[in-house]
């Protein structure tokens, strides 16, 4: 009996979905490159685009912005291997950009000498493909062999081939993978871990590799020896080697059994050990140590350690069964961990406390771990990198806020001293601005920090143009951070800029970001819709004059509260957004969030879904605010389907809607700097336009 009810309920659920299915008259929409879906494409971008380009204000901030973007004194950041600190880089000149070198003694002066390694813009022309750049793997220590990534039109499958740095150009019959959402890992110099397509059945639902190979130089990939088989159901497999000078070379593979969980193996040969680790911490190795971020309490060795924390032993100790890990940082209500950097003798944790961060490093002395904060040049948002953890106790240190440009320091872990290596020139004029944090309160109690950028003689009278900007999902915090674009297209026009800290998000830590989970996402929602109420109760803005902004998770974001107040606001810019809630996990890299909303198959959970998907819940005969949607083509990650059938569902309804789709771009709808100025200027002519 119990069989057959089982049975009937998955059918149920079956008939269901494709029910669901049909009764979508947007459907084809979802045929992404289909003729007729591309054909609706262009008619709404030429709507679009001719009502916003039309604007005066629209050319010149274009090209204001792409100056900026483009500007040859921008910071450009560099990753030392070996003897040459390496960088990509993109200008007006260099479209698609160009990969280069310089020796670190160039780089700290004004205008260092570049020598340039790849042209990606001569080769695209070479090759006639629309090459993006997807960044490349260097064996260690030599550097010589590099594995190269690149996408068609910024997709995030990649084609991966193998470089010869000595002799610049790739290497004949060397190492080339087909375009697929997979990647490689050195293990010596004739062979790889690699995790790709690998034909029918070998990838996951989401889309991503399943199968972990080691493949040798001169043989198929094909015949390449199968380490580990993944199941349909996991989220991806991905093997790598890790090598320190010192210290002896591990071997790893982990195995995302949903988006946030996974399993940890040791690789010694053919044999995998599975590591001692919760499913949800994080886990990296370093210096023959075991790093371990914990996403929740975790009890080891008789001791509880919290949620959020950071621990750290040595990695023979750990296989042996021993659990007297150190504490490097420990969680706090309003507090998480920002980053991490290790140097030869020293670890660097880069703390928040409330949004703001502090600085710390730790060094091993006489088997004892000591902590000094780090003294740091104000109080923007800090990001530290090691310069080389083989050779010394060098790090990059960068600072960014809101209005002072991004500065760059050289410094060195036991000293507060520290040399500035570049300055980000200011791109506007930041003089007449100030940053202040205020707090909401949500539907529930908590409160909800937010950060304004404003005119320092703002009136507080409610008719600020104000754009409200958040994401709220993944674990991902939204930090304050010098931007020319929003300081050219939005704060240069009379606006203000407001950043909402909201649940979902990382900027109090694994507790913040679960907060926000499955059913409890319209905490998320509540939270948004309380950082607006509390800015027209504060008479900085008004309905009239309040437009909100998010992509991605942050598009979702926006099209469930403009559904659920479209009183608050007067205009949204929803870019490459998850929409349709009902088929989000069918769709592309879909089925991989299920972890962070639920899984609509699931009658339970598409219980809270239903009520809070944009697509299923949107009305006509309601006043909505006017809606920008911007997404890619070429985005393989949130599939386009999304805005296109929102797109459509909301002109049927009568509502006042804009459209703009790029044709190449990826899930950043931008390809290069050129498409990035003018998606800037688009978003902010239309919003300007809007709320004035």
Sequence with gaps: MLNKIIVAVAAWCVLAGVAQANDDPYLWLEDVHGEKALSWVREQNARSQALIEGSPGFAPLRDKIHAALSSRDRIPTVQKRGAWLYNFWQDATNVRGIWRRTALAEYRKREPRWETILDLDQLAKEEKENWVWRGLNCRYPEYSQCLLSLSRGGADAVVIREWDLTTRSFVKNGFQLKEAKGSAAWIDADSLFVQTDFGPGSQTRSGYARIVKV??????????????????????????????????????????????????????????????????????????????????????????????????????????????????????????????????????????????????EWKLTEGIWRKR???????????????????????????????????????????????VVKTLPAFFDATPYKVEQFEAVSKDGERIPYFVVMRKDA??????????????????????????????????????????????????????????????????????????????????????????????????????????????????????????????????????????????????????ISKYSPYQNVKSGIKMPKVLFVTSTRDDRVHPGHARKMMARMKEQGHDVLYYENIEGGHSAAANLAQTAYRNALQYTFLINELR
């Design 215 to 360: 493949w040798t130089r001169g043989t198929p990939v094909e015949q390449a020896r199968t380490l580990f088989e993944g199941r349909v159901e996991d989220i991806s497999v991905n093997a790598y080697q890790v090598q320190q000078k010192g210290y002896a070379t591990r071997q790893f593979l982990r195995v995302g059994t949903t988006f946030f969980t996974g399993e940890n193996y040791l690789v010694e040969g053919s044999k995998l050990t599975k590591l001692d680790v919760p499913a949800d911490a994080a886990f990296s190795y370093w210096q023959g140590r075991i790093t371990v971020r914990l996403k929740s309490a975790w009890t080891a060795g008789g001791k509880v350690f919290q949620q959020g924390s950071l621990l750290v032993m040595p990695f023979d100790r750990f296989l042996r069964g021993e659990r007297d890990f150190a504490v490097l940082f420990e969680g706090g209500e309003r507090k998480s961990l920002a980053g991490t950097a290790a140097t030869k003798d020293y670890f660097l944790v880069n703390e928040l406390d409330n949004v703001k961060n502090r600085l710390f």
């Design 459 to 608: 009136k507080f009278d409610g008719r600020n143009p104000t754009l409200l900007y958040g994401y709220g999902g993944f674990e991902i915090a939204q930090l304050p951070a010098y931007s020319p674009a929003v300081g050219l297209g939005w704060l240069g026009q009379g606006g203000v800029y407001v950043v909402a800290n909201i649940r979902g998000g990382g900027e109090f830590g694994p507790r913040w970001h679960q907060a926000g989970l499955k059913a409890h996402r319209q905490r998320v929602f509540d939270d948004f819709i309380a950082v607006g109420e509390d800015l027209v109760q504060r008479r900085i803005s008004s309905p009239r004059h309040l437009a909100i902004a998010g992509g991605s998770n942050g598009g979702l974001l926006v099209g469930a509260v403009m559904v659920q107040r479209p009183d608050l606001f007067r205009a949204v810019v929803c870019s490459v957004p998850l929409l349709d809630m009902r088929r989000y996990h069918k769709l592309l890299a879909g089925a991989s969030w299920v972890a962070e909303y639920g899984n609509p198959d699931d009658p339970g959970e598409w219980d809270f």
């Design 373 to 419: 904060e780090v003294k740091t040049p104000g109080l923007g948002t800090l990001s530290i990198a090691a310069l080389d953890a083989d050779e010394g106790d060098e790090y990059f240190l960068t600072m960014t806020d809101f209005l002072t440009p991004s500065t760059l320091y050289l410094a060195k872990a036991s000293s507060d001293q520290r040399e």
